[in-house]
Protein backbone atom coordinates (compact mmCIF):
# COMPACT_ATOMS: atom_id res chain seq x y z
CA UNK A 1 0.00 0.00 0.00
CA UNK A 2 0.98 3.42 -0.68
CA UNK A 3 3.40 4.66 2.10
CA UNK A 4 3.15 8.23 0.42
CA UNK A 5 -0.51 9.99 0.38
CA UNK A 6 -0.40 13.18 -1.42
CA UNK A 7 -4.00 15.25 -1.82
CA UNK A 8 -5.43 16.78 -4.03
CA UNK A 9 -5.17 14.42 -7.04
CA UNK A 10 -6.53 17.11 -9.26
CA UNK A 11 -7.20 21.22 -8.47
CA UNK A 12 -8.64 23.26 -10.93
CA UNK A 13 -8.27 26.84 -9.80
CA UNK A 14 -8.48 30.71 -11.47
CA UNK A 15 -5.89 32.64 -11.98
CA UNK A 16 -4.12 34.71 -9.27
CA UNK A 17 -5.97 32.28 -5.92
CA UNK A 18 -3.20 29.95 -4.18
CA UNK A 19 -3.36 26.41 -3.71
CA UNK A 20 -2.46 24.01 -1.09
CA UNK A 21 -1.24 20.34 -1.87
CA UNK A 22 -0.36 17.69 1.12
CA UNK A 23 2.21 15.45 1.37
CA UNK A 24 2.09 12.56 4.13
CA UNK A 25 3.78 10.02 5.21
CA UNK A 26 2.07 7.06 6.67
CA UNK A 27 4.03 4.74 8.36
CA UNK A 28 7.22 6.68 8.64
CA UNK A 29 8.50 10.01 10.08
CA UNK A 30 10.34 11.96 7.51
CA UNK A 31 12.09 14.47 8.25
CA UNK A 32 13.17 15.49 4.30
CA UNK A 33 11.06 15.51 1.41
CA UNK A 34 11.24 16.45 -1.96
CA UNK A 35 8.55 18.25 -4.23
CA UNK A 36 9.02 17.49 -8.00
CA UNK A 37 7.70 19.28 -10.97
CA UNK A 38 6.52 17.38 -13.90
CA UNK A 39 5.36 19.08 -17.66
CA UNK A 40 4.07 17.28 -20.10
CA UNK A 41 5.68 14.64 -21.73
CA UNK A 42 8.94 15.77 -19.46
CA UNK A 43 11.16 14.31 -16.67
CA UNK A 44 10.61 15.18 -12.64
CA UNK A 45 12.79 18.31 -12.05
CA UNK A 46 13.41 18.92 -8.69
CA UNK A 47 12.31 22.61 -7.22
CA UNK A 48 12.98 22.25 -3.58
CA UNK A 49 13.81 20.08 -0.36
CA UNK A 50 11.27 20.50 2.48
CA UNK A 51 12.78 19.81 5.94
CA UNK A 52 11.09 19.07 9.09
CA UNK A 53 11.13 22.49 11.32
CA UNK A 54 13.73 24.83 9.27
CA UNK A 55 13.19 26.52 6.01
CA UNK A 56 12.64 24.84 2.35
CA UNK A 57 15.88 24.78 -0.08
CA UNK A 58 14.90 25.94 -3.63
CA UNK A 59 16.33 24.44 -6.60
CA UNK A 60 17.68 27.62 -8.71
CA UNK A 61 14.81 29.10 -10.90
CA UNK A 62 12.23 28.15 -8.61
CA UNK A 63 10.33 30.98 -6.83
CA UNK A 64 10.79 30.85 -3.21
CA UNK A 65 7.81 33.07 -2.45
CA UNK A 66 5.48 31.83 -4.99
CA UNK A 67 5.68 27.87 -3.93
CA UNK A 68 5.67 28.26 -0.32
CA UNK A 69 6.87 25.25 1.14
CA UNK A 70 6.10 24.33 5.24
CA UNK A 71 7.11 21.23 6.57
CA UNK A 72 5.48 21.63 10.19
CA UNK A 73 5.30 18.05 11.10
CA UNK A 74 7.93 14.82 10.59
CA UNK A 75 4.87 13.04 8.47
CA UNK A 76 3.25 16.91 6.97
CA UNK A 77 5.13 18.60 4.13
CA UNK A 78 2.77 21.25 2.26
CA UNK A 79 3.21 22.91 -1.14
CA UNK A 80 1.10 26.27 -1.70
CA UNK A 81 1.18 27.88 -5.08
CA UNK A 82 0.10 31.07 -4.27
CA UNK A 83 -1.30 33.83 -7.14
CA UNK A 84 -1.13 31.07 -9.48
CA UNK A 85 -1.16 31.75 -13.28
CA UNK A 86 -1.93 29.03 -16.40
CA UNK A 87 1.99 28.81 -16.76
CA UNK A 88 1.58 27.07 -12.86
CA UNK A 89 -0.78 24.26 -14.55
CA UNK A 90 1.76 21.31 -14.06
CA UNK A 91 1.73 17.95 -11.89
CA UNK A 92 3.19 18.37 -8.88
CA UNK A 93 4.99 15.24 -7.37
CA UNK A 94 6.45 14.47 -3.50
CA UNK A 95 8.69 12.00 -1.84
CA UNK A 96 10.08 10.61 0.75
CA UNK A 97 12.86 7.81 1.64
CA UNK A 98 12.18 5.86 4.57
CA UNK A 99 15.72 5.07 5.87
CA UNK A 100 14.87 1.89 7.78
CA UNK A 101 13.26 0.27 4.65
CA UNK A 102 15.84 0.64 1.85
CA UNK A 103 17.36 2.93 -0.88
CA UNK A 104 14.09 3.35 -2.70
CA UNK A 105 12.02 6.52 -2.91
CA UNK A 106 8.58 6.93 -2.28
CA UNK A 107 6.09 9.43 -4.09
CA UNK A 108 2.78 10.71 -3.46
CA UNK A 109 0.24 9.79 -6.17
CA UNK A 110 0.47 13.38 -7.75
CA UNK A 111 -1.41 16.50 -7.89
CA UNK A 112 -2.60 17.60 -11.31
CA UNK A 113 -3.16 21.58 -11.18
CA UNK A 114 -4.60 23.36 -13.77
CA UNK A 115 -5.28 27.25 -13.32
CA UNK A 116 -7.50 28.56 -15.62
CA UNK B 1 26.74 16.57 -9.94
CA UNK B 2 25.01 13.85 -11.12
CA UNK B 3 23.15 13.30 -14.79
CA UNK B 4 21.30 10.29 -16.10
CA UNK B 5 21.08 9.95 -20.01
CA UNK B 6 18.20 8.56 -21.44
CA UNK B 7 18.34 8.19 -25.10
CA UNK B 8 15.24 6.28 -26.60
CA UNK B 9 12.69 8.70 -25.88
CA UNK B 10 10.42 5.96 -26.91
CA UNK B 11 10.51 1.64 -27.74
CA UNK B 12 8.43 -0.76 -29.12
CA UNK B 13 8.17 -4.35 -28.26
CA UNK B 14 5.71 -7.43 -28.84
CA UNK B 15 4.01 -8.44 -26.29
CA UNK B 16 5.73 -11.64 -24.44
CA UNK B 17 9.15 -10.14 -25.60
CA UNK B 18 12.10 -9.16 -23.84
CA UNK B 19 12.77 -5.50 -23.90
CA UNK B 20 16.17 -3.62 -22.60
CA UNK B 21 15.73 0.20 -21.67
CA UNK B 22 18.90 2.00 -22.22
CA UNK B 23 20.10 4.26 -18.90
CA UNK B 24 23.70 5.67 -18.74
CA UNK B 25 24.85 8.14 -15.80
CA UNK B 26 27.51 10.27 -15.01
CA UNK B 27 29.27 11.06 -11.38
CA UNK B 28 32.09 12.14 -9.38
CA UNK B 29 30.88 10.01 -6.47
CA UNK B 30 32.17 6.78 -5.67
CA UNK B 31 29.20 5.76 -3.74
CA UNK B 32 26.07 5.98 -5.11
CA UNK B 33 22.86 4.22 -6.09
CA UNK B 34 20.53 3.39 -9.35
CA UNK B 35 16.70 3.20 -9.69
CA UNK B 36 14.49 2.71 -12.35
CA UNK B 37 10.78 3.90 -11.68
CA UNK B 38 7.73 3.58 -14.19
CA UNK B 39 5.32 5.66 -14.53
CA UNK B 40 2.09 4.71 -15.92
CA UNK B 41 -0.90 7.43 -17.62
CA UNK B 42 -1.98 8.11 -14.34
CA UNK B 43 1.09 9.82 -12.96
CA UNK B 44 2.05 7.75 -10.42
CA UNK B 45 5.82 6.53 -10.02
CA UNK B 46 6.00 3.11 -9.13
CA UNK B 47 9.62 1.54 -7.96
CA UNK B 48 10.89 -1.14 -10.02
CA UNK B 49 14.70 -2.22 -8.83
CA UNK B 50 17.91 -0.46 -7.24
CA UNK B 51 21.06 -1.16 -7.92
CA UNK B 52 24.16 -0.12 -5.11
CA UNK B 53 27.33 1.09 -6.62
CA UNK B 54 29.28 -1.60 -4.57
CA UNK B 55 26.83 -4.15 -5.27
CA UNK B 56 29.11 -7.33 -7.45
CA UNK B 57 25.38 -8.82 -8.66
CA UNK B 58 23.14 -7.30 -10.79
CA UNK B 59 19.93 -6.74 -9.00
CA UNK B 60 16.69 -8.89 -10.39
CA UNK B 61 12.92 -8.20 -9.11
CA UNK B 62 10.79 -10.91 -10.75
CA UNK B 63 10.64 -10.00 -14.30
CA UNK B 64 12.86 -6.76 -14.39
CA UNK B 65 16.94 -6.96 -13.51
CA UNK B 66 19.02 -4.64 -14.50
CA UNK B 67 22.21 -4.89 -16.64
CA UNK B 68 25.09 -3.02 -14.45
CA UNK B 69 28.52 -2.29 -16.31
CA UNK B 70 30.24 0.19 -13.98
CA UNK B 71 33.49 0.48 -16.02
CA UNK B 72 30.59 1.52 -19.10
CA UNK B 73 28.52 3.65 -16.22
CA UNK B 74 25.33 2.36 -17.67
CA UNK B 75 22.30 0.63 -16.14
CA UNK B 76 20.18 -0.46 -18.65
CA UNK B 77 16.69 -2.51 -17.57
CA UNK B 78 15.33 -5.54 -19.06
CA UNK B 79 12.23 -6.38 -18.88
CA UNK B 80 11.57 -10.26 -19.47
CA UNK B 81 8.08 -11.36 -21.31
CA UNK B 82 6.70 -8.03 -21.50
CA UNK B 83 2.96 -7.68 -21.12
CA UNK B 84 0.41 -4.91 -22.39
CA UNK B 85 0.22 -3.76 -18.76
CA UNK B 86 3.91 -2.39 -19.05
CA UNK B 87 3.21 0.48 -21.60
CA UNK B 88 4.11 3.24 -19.57
CA UNK B 89 6.94 5.64 -19.38
CA UNK B 90 10.36 4.54 -17.13
CA UNK B 91 12.43 6.90 -15.92
CA UNK B 92 16.10 5.67 -14.64
CA UNK B 93 17.85 8.21 -11.73
CA UNK B 94 20.41 8.01 -9.19
CA UNK B 95 21.59 9.25 -5.81
CA UNK B 96 24.96 8.98 -3.88
CA UNK B 97 24.02 6.05 -1.98
CA UNK B 98 24.59 6.94 1.45
CA UNK B 99 23.30 10.28 1.39
CA UNK B 100 19.94 9.89 2.19
CA UNK B 101 18.99 13.12 2.30
CA UNK B 102 19.32 13.83 -1.32
CA UNK B 103 16.94 13.77 -3.83
CA UNK B 104 17.11 11.57 -7.27
CA UNK B 105 17.60 13.19 -9.93
CA UNK B 106 15.66 11.50 -12.82
CA UNK B 107 16.80 11.01 -16.61
CA UNK B 108 14.05 12.10 -19.47
CA UNK B 109 12.56 9.00 -19.50
CA UNK B 110 11.78 6.39 -22.25
CA UNK B 111 8.43 5.69 -23.07
CA UNK B 112 7.61 1.99 -23.69
CA UNK B 113 4.75 0.78 -25.68
CA UNK B 114 3.89 -3.29 -25.43
CA UNK B 115 1.94 -4.48 -28.66
CA UNK B 116 -0.02 -7.51 -29.04
Known amino acids: GAVVSQHPSRVICKSGTSVKIECRSL??????MFWYRQFPKQSLMLMAT?????????EQGVEKDKFLINHASLTLSTLTVTSAHPEDSSFYIC????????????FGQGTRLTVV | AQKITQTQPGMFVQEKEAVTLDCTYDTSDQSYGLFWYKQPSSGEMIFLIY??????QNATEGRYSLNFQKARKSANLVISASQLGDSAMYFC?????????????FGKGTRLSVIA
Open chain 2, 51 to 56: QGSYDE
Open chain 1, 95 to 106: SARDQGRGAEAF
Open chain 1, 50 to 58: SNEGSKATY
Open chain 2, 93 to 105: AMRGRYSGNTPLV
Open chain 1, 27 to 32: DFQATT
